[in-house]
């Protein structure tokens, strides 16, 4: 009877030890794991060129797909009518210039002399008049003229008297030279001319279309021939840098995160070969994980945005590519790290 419930114990045991291996390792401390694993897709920036203002495009230097640097040409507007602003805007400076030089300048010796002329001019015109006054005065008290002839004698000393003073006036406006205010005008309108000088100018430079940072032409919107104005895309370029991993960092995973620190990045495009990057970005606020996770847990599940920059020198990383994206975390203390890092 013993030997028949020596099995039986031994199974109990058995089952027994087995049930508290599995409950242990079922409630046991896990070990924290030392990288950080994310999954997301591949952003860049995109811009969409517009010249500044109207006109027909008379040339497109680069194709869809053409690798552009910084500040190259890549479109221009018809030249013409911007080119003839500047010449009608520098003519309009020049008669200003002109003007206020003239003005500082003040009387010629010339006008001066003229000046001094016309005042010897009117005094002696009034000394004859004074005198021919006295005459017809003494004339007619003998009654050897009309009265009338006095009358017309005292007008014409009155005129000669005015016309005195009018010399000397034009004499002195001619010593003093131009009014300060007069100046002050014309100084400030060749100001005006000249900032007019310099927004046809820049017109003129704005019908070349320049990269604003090195890419890749992604679509070519207007053609040669085409008008465009200063809300319409002329082109789409796609920028080299920055280039980043948009992925998403559980909540509870989000103290282990910190801006700055090192990063790899995968692609399944290339197998085995890692991409070095940083943490530039964590969003501040969370949200939920994006449908393109078909997990139900997971969507379920509040996340924060990461951007994780990515050093792409060859252009390798295209624009939502799928990648994965490991942070270690150990020895690896956030860096001030620039976005621009990889530039170049």
């Not at 049930?19 to 794991?33: D, E, F, I, N, V």
């Not at 009654?143 to 005129?159: C, S």
């Not at 000088?197 to 604003?212: I, V």
């Not at 085995?272 to 940083?278: K, L, S």
Request: overall charge positive.
């Amino acid at each position: 009877m013993k030997n028949k419930r020596l099995p039986v114990l031994v199974l109990v045991i058995v089952l027994i030890a087995a049930g508290a291996a599995a409950y242990w390792a079922l409630h046991r401390p896990k070990a924290q794991t030392q990288t950080l694993t994310l999954y997301g897709n591949i952003d860049i920036r995109q811009v969409q060129l517009a010249f500044n203002d109207a006109g027909r495009i008379a040339r497109l230097r680069v194709q869809e797909g053409d690798t552009v640097h910084k500040n190259q040409p890549v479109a221009q507007l018809d030249p013409a009518r911007f080119q003839d602003a500047v010449n009608r805007a520098q003519a309009v400076l020049l008669a200003q210039q002109n003007i206020l030089a003239k003005l500082r300048a003040g009387s010629r010796p010339q006008e001066i002399a003229g000046a001094r002329a016309g005042v010897d001019a009117a005094q002696a015109a009034l000394q004859n008049a004074e005198g021919t006054y006295k005459r017809q005065q003494t004339l007619v008290d003998a009654d050897f003229l009309p009265r009338q002839t006095l009358d017309n004698a005292a007008q014409a000393l009155k005129t000669a008297k005015a016309d005195a003073q009018r010399a000397q006036q034009a004499l002195s406006l001619a010593l003093q030279g131009p009014r300060k205010e007069d100046i002050a005008a014309a100084q400030a309108q060749v100001q005006a001319d000249q900032a007019a000088l310099a927004l046809a100018r820049r017109e003129l430079a704005d019908t070349e279309l320049r990269a604003p940072e090195a890419g890749v032409v992604e679509n070519r919107i207007l053609e040669e021939g085409d008008m465009a104005a200063s809300q319409t895309p002329v082109m789409t370029i796609a920028l080299n840098n920055p280039v980043w991993a948009r992925a998403y960092v559980p909540e509870r995973e989000l103290g282990r995160l910190a801006p700055g620190m090192r990063a790899r990045i995968f692609s399944d495009s290339f197998p085995g070969q890692a991409f070095d990057g940083w943490v530039g970005f964590i969003s501040p606020t969370a949200e939920f994980t994006p449908k393109s996770v078909q997990t139900t847990e997971l969507r379920a599940e509040l996340v924060y945005r990461v951007r994780v920059y990515a050093c792409n020198p060859q252009g390798r990383l295209r624009l939502g590519m799928p990648v994965t994206v490991e942070v270690p975390l150990r020895d690896n203390a956030p860096q001030q790290v620039p976005r621009h890092a990889c530039a170049g």
